[in-house]
């Protein structure tokens, strides 16, 4: 029976005598156990598709997620905060609905999750083949290339496959920070009565017939969510009723109390945020796993119920950073697979980013005790997930940065840093021009999306993404005249021979030319996949999750939020201008060699050629501070972005947007590429990022590295930039060395760049792990905007990071 609405005056029942204990064993099982793919998702899918023919997709999707939640297995693991992805622990669901040819291809082969290998047992191999043979031709990439083919006579399946571009339909999408405070504030309950209201005060006219199916859906799914606590309630309850030791028995009761009240009703103190929060989380998973469902400014909206425990003496600091520890295992827990190439493009990053610091509605600084704390559980930890992000401004404290860097020192890379000042002006830029515009108030409200992307906490999402495409991939074509090199197909526009290009620009031109090309099928072929996304997977509790669904009546994937964002993942832009830079400089300037000789080096993978490859390398690179080279890099980005942006409105009717960043993407498409200009090799990792400097080709120390950066890409203008540096470990030593990693992020905010990241770590340590990797099973690197284990990391990425230059101070 659901208690009165007031907190309880006594401390919590949680059993902190073995929380340490606890903590370990939890986190020393997900770094030795493999994952586990859980087959019941899969039984679900089959079911409920199977006894609703002819319903709405919406209706579908809802009473596939009720069924999931009702029917999975749940259980208990010394963790107070309950709820998992699946039903088993380290589990992994299967999302077909976007993608099933990796079934076909990839059954028999090695398979690596976010935590390195993952298990398929032959039982589930079995219901997977069927559910291959269910969904072929159904999924979301099928309908993408179908509806490609029909209306532009062009089989679009030849620029993945020649890495042009990766597929962004083929996988699940959750990147955006959904509206957690309004759970811990209302409960669901408010939330399912309203949606009630909405729904029989409604007309029932043709023209909204889709609204009342997402109504109905909406009250399905959030229905589900409440019972599937309460089913953990049950559990708890029937366990203590077994439980002889009368501390865990108490704590069992309480895990019982705590999930009889939220996420129905709103939450009265730290210990049901915590568990409201959560639940809200693994729900959105569960309904689909993907990278980036992001918690946001999670130190800011759980503040309030941190504060309020503290003060009353319900809770210590120190119990704070217990629970907190606990929450951290959980987020580790989850994972993906969708195929190795998604997991070699994404590296099982999961994309649950914190954002700490920022401004608060007036202006002034955001920073919580809480988030302090939450550094310190990090520090300890040294999670790769969930990852953190600092919003920068000057108006945080010393002290707040102190904690900053001794989490950055320990190594991992958190928290990144991103230029709040910057985020700002982009979101403003970014939606005044549309109708409802945006408050100055919504704006500082900013968060960082999963990787390096940022939105509106609460109100907006990154869904609509367009392909993932390749910039140096178009150095290849210009050199083939659109024809990709290793796969024979014509995937670019005829540019003309290279041979008969008499200045450097007509090779630019060329370039340009097939930046056009590419973005125009690009654009055509996401929208395309958003319009099957739409159709085959609406995301429907995401959307209840989210301000402006309920409101407008219709789910996240038809333009529901109220801040949506549709952008363009460019990956290799330093690799692409490097090239443009190393032709230029040798075949023109200079005239050491002709393109003849470059390009017949090019296609001997410089065997032979070795003399060629050693000047392509030395020719002048991003990263020096060097004029003119930060003159080109600069004019390149923009040129990129102006092309994009004339290629016509996005998928919602805007004004198409850039993401430059990598994630992993850079050694997905460098294994697809052949050599390039730059000197690097066939099949090599491309450059990290997207203002990172390739490696070994920075050599003006870190200052000039650090301008280069800052000023290679109109930051607001573009949605991030991505910005690696790697530290000695004795650089940032002592109150130097704090002063001055604290004085190279101001500097490169003042420059006005967007994200930076610090790796702190050798090489020599990085080597010794790759050949001993049982002995650095923990150890954590900054691979893009994430962290991830280094042993779990495919061999190019791990290569590409330890080749990255070394800085002492």
Excluded at 58 to 77: P, S, Y
Excluded at 216 to 229: C, D, G, M, Q
Excluded at 531 to 547: E, G, K, N, T, W
Excluded at 757 to 773: G, K
């Amino acid at each position: 029976m659901l208690k009165e609405d007031t907190a309880a005056t006594t401390s919590y029942a949680v059993n902190w005598d073995t929380a340490d204990e606890r903590v370990q064993e939890c986190k020393e099982f997900l770094l030795n156990a493999p994952q586990v793919m859980d087959p019941e998702r899969l039984q679900f899918l089959h079911e409920v598709y199977a006894e609703n023919p002819g319903e709405s997709t919406l209706l579908i999707r809802a009473r596939l997620l009720e069924r999931v939640l009702a029917k999975k297995t749940i259980f208990l693991d010394g963790n107070p905060l309950v709820g998992t992805l699946t039903g088993v622990r380290a589990g992994v669901y299967a999302y077909p609905e976007w993608n099933v040819s990796w079934i076909k291809d990839e059954m028999r082969l090695a398979k690596m999750s976010s935590l390195g290998e993952m298990k398929i047992a032959d039982e589930t191999q079995d219901l997977l083949k069927q559910t291959y043979t269910e969904w072929r031709g159904r999924t979301c990439i099928d309908m993408n290339n179908r509806m490609y083919k029909d209306i532009y006579g062009d089989n679009p399946t030849k620029y993945g496959k020649s890495g042009l571009w990766y597929d962004h339909v083929s996988i699940t999408s959750g990147s955006g920070m959904v509206d957690y405070p309004k759970v811990l504030k209302q409960g669901i309950r408010a939330l399912v009565d309203d949606v009630r209201d909405r729904l029989r005060t409604m007309p029932t006219t043709v023209g909204n017939k889709e609204k009342v199916d997402f109504y109905r859906s909406v009250i399905i799914s959030l229905e589900a969510v409440v019972k599937y606590a309460n089913r953990y309630a049950d559990l708890c309850e029937a366990t203590a009723a077994e439980e002889s030791d009368s501390k865990v028995k108490a704590e069992l009761l309480e895990i019982a109390e705590v999930c009889r009240r939220v996420p129905e009703y709103p939450a009265r103190n730290f210990r049901e945020a915590i568990q409201s929060f959560w639940m809200v989380h693994i729900c959105l998973e569960i309904e689909q796993m993907a990278c980036a469902n992001t918690p946001g400014r999670y130190g800011q909206y759980m503040y309030p119920y941190y504060r309020k425990d503290i003060d009353e003496g319900r809770i210590t600091k120190e119990q704070v950073m217990q629970l907190l520890k606990f929450q951290w295992i959980r987020h580790l827990e989850l994972a993906e697979y969708q195929g190795n190439a998604y997991a070699m493009a994404l590296s099982g990053h999961t994309g649950q980013t914190i954002t700490l610091g920022g401004l608060t509605a007036d202006g002034e600084d955001a920073c919580t005790e809480l988030e302090e704390v939450i550094l310190e559980v990090q520090t300890q930890m040294r999670n790769p997930q969930p990852t953190l992000t600092l919003l920068y401004h000057p108006k945080i404290k010393d002290s707040y940065m102190k904690k900053v860097v001794e989490c950055i020192k320990v190594g991992g890379g958190q928290p990144q840093i991103l230029n709040n000042n910057i985020v700002i002006q982009r979101m403003l830029a970014r939606f005044a021009p549309y109708e409802g515009g945006i408050t100055l108030q919504d704006a500082r409200n900013c968060g960082n999306i999963g990787c390096v992307t940022t939105g509106i906490a609460g109100k907006g999402s990154y869904l609509y993404q367009e392909n993932h495409p390749s910039l140096p991939k178009l150095i290849e074509l210009i050199l083939n005249n659109g024809q990709d090199p290793i796969t024979k197909y014509q995937i670019g526009a005829e540019t003309g021979c290279p041979s008969k290009w008499e200045t450097f620009e007509d090779v630019y031109d060329a370039y340009k030319e097939q930046l056009k090309h590419l973005f125009k099928i690009s654009m055509r072929h996401s929208d395309l996949g958003n319009m099957a996304r739409l159709q085959v997977v609406p995301s429907i509790f995401r959307s209840a999750m989210y301000d402006g669904c309920i409101e407008k009546g219709i789910c996240e994937e038809a333009g529901g939020v109220t801040y949506p964002q549709s952008l363009c993942i460019t990956t290799g832009g330093v690799d692409a201008a490097n090239s443009l830079l190393v032709i230029k400089h040798l075949v023109f300037d200079t005239k050491k060699i002709s393109m003849h000789q470059l390009i017949e080096a090019l296609e001997t993978n410089f065997v032979g050629h070795e003399d060629i490859q050693k000047m392509c390398f030395e020719a002048p690179k991003h990263g020096n501070d060097e004029p003119e080279t930060q003159k080109f890099v600069q004019q390149f980005y923009r040129d990129v972005d102006n092309i994009h942006r004339a290629s016509g409105v996005d998928f919602l009717g805007r004004e198409p947007l850039i993401d430059a960043y990598s994630l992993s993407y850079h050694n997905y498409f460098g294994a697809l590429m052949g050599a390039l200009p730059t000197g690097r090799k066939a099949g090599k990792a491309l450059t990290d990022g997207s203002v990172s400097a390739m490696p070994g080709t920075d050599k003006e120390g870190i200052t000039a590295l650090i301008k280069s950066g800052a000023e290679a890409i109109d930051t607001a203008s573009y949605s991030s930039n991505h910005f690696n540096v790697k530290f000695l470990p004795s650089a940032l030593e002592g109150p130097n060395g704090y002063r001055t990693l604290v004085s190279l992020i101001k500097t490169y905010c003042d420059y006005g760049g967007s994200h930076v990241q610090f790796n702190c770590v050798s090489s020599e340590t990085l080597q010794e792990a790759q050949d001993a990797p049982q002995e650095y099973r923990d150890l954590t690197v900054r691979v893009a905007g994430f962290t991830a284990y280094f042993t779990r990391l495919d061999k190019g990425v791990q290569e590409e990071i330890i080749k990255r230059t070394e800085y002492v101070n």
